[in-house]
Nanobody
């Protein structure tokens, strides 16, 4: 049974930090690209950052560049999202998702921030940035 379980969300003040975890089971993490997405109240789901199968390629949304860092530990079946300098507009439910057919080119496999292309999803963890 495929599972992705997010954890680490909570309430944090503006400027603070959080680290989210995405624990996976039921599939071989190293064969999948992973993306983090978020959905704020009343807004559409948006891609935040993704990582290729072995972590050699990453893609960040402009809104989080320089503040968020994705990493993965395939041996531990876990992907992390380190979030720093958090802003109120980062408030959202954060989801991790697995992509078994990410794009590739001559340099290797990539990843994509395309929600409809993801094969498996977690249930999300709420991040609230507020004073």
């Amino acid at each position: 049974q495929v599972q992705l379980v997010e954890s680490g969300g909570g309430l944090v003040q503006p400027g603070g930090s959080l680290r989210l975890s995405c624990a996976t089971s039921g599939f071989t993490l190293g064969y999948y690209a992973i993306g983090w997405f978020r959905q704020a109240p009343g807004k559409e789901r948006e891609g935040v950052v993704c990582t290729s199968m072995r972590g050699g390629f990453t893609d960040y949304a402009d809104s989080v560049k320089g503040r968020f860092t994705i990493s993965r530990d395939n041996a531990r079946n876990t992907v992390y999202l380190q979030m720093s300098s958090l802003k109120p507009e980062d408030t959202a439910v954060y989801y991790c998702a697995a992509d078994r057919a990410p794009p590739r080119d001559y340099s290797g496999t990539k990843c994509r921030l395309t929600a409809h292309a993801m094969d498996y999803w977690g249930k999300g963890t709420l991040v609230t940035v507020s004073s």
